[in-house]
Protein backbone atom coordinates (compact mmCIF):
# COMPACT_ATOMS: atom_id res chain seq x y z
CA UNK A 1 0.00 0.00 0.00
CA UNK A 2 1.16 3.19 -0.70
CA UNK A 3 2.14 6.04 1.57
CA UNK A 4 0.20 9.23 1.30
CA UNK A 5 1.23 12.05 3.36
CA UNK A 6 -1.71 13.25 5.08
CA UNK A 7 -1.39 16.99 3.71
CA UNK A 8 -1.90 16.04 0.19
CA UNK A 9 -5.67 14.91 1.24
CA UNK A 10 -6.50 18.76 3.09
CA UNK A 11 -8.26 20.41 0.04
CA UNK A 12 -8.21 24.34 0.18
CA UNK A 13 -11.23 26.01 -0.70
CA UNK A 14 -9.90 26.81 -4.21
CA UNK A 15 -9.07 23.47 -4.52
CA UNK A 16 -13.05 22.08 -3.98
CA UNK A 17 -14.38 22.41 -7.11
CA UNK A 18 -11.98 21.19 -9.40
CA UNK A 19 -10.93 18.14 -7.07
CA UNK A 20 -14.92 17.21 -7.25
CA UNK A 21 -15.52 17.36 -10.86
CA UNK A 22 -12.44 15.54 -11.30
CA UNK A 23 -13.92 12.88 -8.96
CA UNK A 24 -17.58 12.97 -10.79
CA UNK A 25 -15.66 12.58 -14.21
CA UNK A 26 -14.59 8.91 -13.34
CA UNK A 27 -17.49 7.98 -12.46
CA UNK A 28 -17.04 7.92 -8.81
CA UNK A 29 -19.91 9.02 -5.97
CA UNK A 30 -18.97 10.65 -3.19
CA UNK A 31 -19.89 10.48 0.76
CA UNK A 32 -19.52 13.51 2.66
CA UNK A 33 -20.03 14.00 6.31
CA UNK A 34 -18.75 16.64 9.13
CA UNK A 35 -17.43 17.53 12.50
CA UNK A 36 -15.28 18.94 15.08
CA UNK A 37 -13.13 15.88 15.46
CA UNK A 38 -11.53 17.33 18.61
CA UNK A 39 -10.24 14.04 20.58
CA UNK A 40 -10.28 10.98 17.94
CA UNK A 41 -11.61 8.01 20.31
CA UNK A 42 -13.53 4.83 18.75
CA UNK A 43 -16.78 6.27 18.13
CA UNK A 44 -14.98 8.35 15.59
CA UNK A 45 -13.29 5.14 13.94
CA UNK A 46 -16.38 3.84 13.74
CA UNK A 47 -18.73 6.28 12.43
CA UNK A 48 -15.82 7.14 9.42
CA UNK A 49 -14.89 3.33 8.43
CA UNK A 50 -19.12 2.56 8.26
CA UNK A 51 -19.11 6.21 6.41
CA UNK A 52 -16.49 5.46 4.16
CA UNK A 53 -18.09 2.55 2.79
CA UNK A 54 -21.11 3.71 1.50
CA UNK A 55 -19.36 4.88 -1.38
CA UNK A 56 -16.22 5.08 -3.42
CA UNK A 57 -14.71 8.85 -1.96
CA UNK A 58 -15.52 10.05 1.77
CA UNK A 59 -14.84 13.92 1.83
CA UNK A 60 -14.73 15.21 5.51
CA UNK A 61 -15.07 18.95 6.36
CA UNK A 62 -13.67 19.79 9.52
CA UNK A 63 -14.63 22.67 11.81
CA UNK A 64 -12.12 25.46 12.08
CA UNK A 65 -11.33 26.61 15.40
CA UNK A 66 -13.64 30.15 14.98
CA UNK A 67 -15.93 27.87 13.98
CA UNK A 68 -16.07 25.55 16.93
CA UNK A 69 -15.65 28.04 19.56
CA UNK A 70 -18.89 30.01 18.20
CA UNK A 71 -20.69 26.22 18.68
CA UNK A 72 -20.27 26.83 22.50
CA UNK A 73 -19.24 23.20 23.39
CA UNK A 74 -17.06 24.29 26.00
CA UNK A 75 -14.76 27.09 27.10
CA UNK A 76 -11.92 24.92 25.92
CA UNK A 77 -12.95 24.39 22.62
CA UNK A 78 -11.33 23.41 20.30
CA UNK A 79 -8.94 20.89 22.53
CA UNK A 80 -6.69 20.75 19.39
CA UNK A 81 -6.40 23.25 16.72
CA UNK A 82 -7.75 22.88 13.15
CA UNK A 83 -4.22 22.33 11.66
CA UNK A 84 -3.83 18.86 13.95
CA UNK A 85 -7.46 17.98 13.70
CA UNK A 86 -7.46 17.90 10.08
CA UNK A 87 -3.46 16.43 9.89
CA UNK A 88 -5.25 13.39 11.84
CA UNK A 89 -8.54 13.22 9.74
CA UNK A 90 -6.46 13.03 6.76
CA UNK A 91 -3.81 10.21 8.39
CA UNK A 92 -6.77 7.53 8.14
CA UNK A 93 -6.44 5.00 4.98
CA UNK A 94 -10.05 5.02 4.30
CA UNK A 95 -10.51 9.07 4.35
CA UNK A 96 -9.67 10.53 1.20
CA UNK A 97 -9.94 14.04 1.52
CA UNK A 98 -10.16 17.18 4.13
CA UNK A 99 -11.72 20.30 4.15
CA UNK A 100 -11.64 22.84 6.93
CA UNK A 101 -15.09 25.31 6.91
CA UNK A 102 -15.06 28.52 8.71
CA UNK A 103 -19.05 28.70 8.76
CA UNK A 104 -21.25 27.66 11.62
CA UNK A 105 -22.61 24.99 9.55
CA UNK A 106 -21.38 22.80 6.30
CA UNK A 107 -24.27 24.37 4.01
CA UNK A 108 -22.35 25.86 1.84
CA UNK A 109 -19.20 23.25 1.26
CA UNK A 110 -22.52 20.51 1.25
CA UNK A 111 -23.73 22.67 -2.33
CA UNK A 112 -20.72 22.88 -3.76
CA UNK A 113 -19.92 19.49 -3.53
CA UNK A 114 -23.47 18.17 -3.87
CA UNK A 115 -22.48 14.30 -2.18
CA UNK A 116 -24.02 11.45 -3.91
CA UNK A 117 -25.10 10.54 0.14
CA UNK A 118 -24.67 12.81 3.15
CA UNK A 119 -23.76 11.57 6.47
CA UNK A 120 -24.27 12.48 9.90
CA UNK A 121 -24.38 10.81 13.65
CA UNK A 122 -27.58 8.85 14.80
CA UNK A 123 -28.32 12.08 16.87
CA UNK A 124 -29.78 13.27 13.82
CA UNK A 125 -32.84 13.77 12.18
CA UNK A 126 -33.78 14.09 8.45
CA UNK A 127 -35.34 17.51 9.69
CA UNK A 128 -31.99 19.06 11.55
CA UNK A 129 -29.20 17.37 9.13
CA UNK A 130 -27.81 20.91 7.37
CA UNK A 131 -28.15 20.09 3.44
CA UNK A 132 -30.22 17.33 3.76
CA UNK A 133 -32.79 18.99 1.07
CA UNK A 134 -29.88 20.24 -1.10
CA UNK A 135 -28.67 16.84 -1.23
CA UNK A 136 -31.92 15.23 -2.12
CA UNK A 137 -33.58 17.48 -4.47
CA UNK A 138 -30.41 16.75 -6.46
CA UNK A 139 -30.93 13.17 -6.25
CA UNK A 140 -28.30 11.90 -3.80
CA UNK A 141 -29.28 10.25 -0.19
CA UNK A 142 -28.83 10.96 3.47
CA UNK A 143 -27.93 8.46 6.22
CA UNK A 144 -27.46 8.34 9.57
CA UNK A 145 -25.10 5.82 11.54
CA UNK A 146 -25.63 4.78 14.72
CA UNK A 147 -23.12 5.66 17.43
CA UNK A 148 -20.83 4.01 19.41
CA UNK A 149 -21.80 3.64 22.79
CA UNK A 150 -19.92 5.24 25.73
CA UNK A 151 -18.10 7.28 23.33
CA UNK A 152 -17.92 11.31 23.01
CA UNK A 153 -15.39 14.07 23.25
CA UNK A 154 -17.40 15.71 25.91
CA UNK A 155 -17.01 12.93 28.38
CA UNK A 156 -13.64 12.40 27.63
CA UNK A 157 -12.77 15.97 28.19
CA UNK A 158 -15.16 15.84 31.60
CA UNK A 159 -12.85 12.96 32.78
CA UNK A 160 -9.60 15.12 32.15
CA UNK A 161 -10.74 17.82 33.86
CA UNK A 162 -12.29 15.36 37.33
CA UNK A 163 -8.73 13.68 36.88
CA UNK A 164 -6.86 16.92 37.56
CA UNK A 165 -9.52 18.04 40.59
Not at 67 to 74: L, T
Request: hydrophobic content about 40%; glycine content about 6%.
Amino acid sequence: MKNQNPASKIWSNDQIVSKVNEIKSQGKSIVFTNGCFDIIHAGHVKYLAETAELADFLIVAVNSDESVKRMEKSPARPLQNEFSRSHVMASFAFVDAVIIFNEDTPKEVIEIITPNILVKGGDYTLENIVGAHWVIQNGGQVKTIDFLPGYSTSAIEQKILLSHK
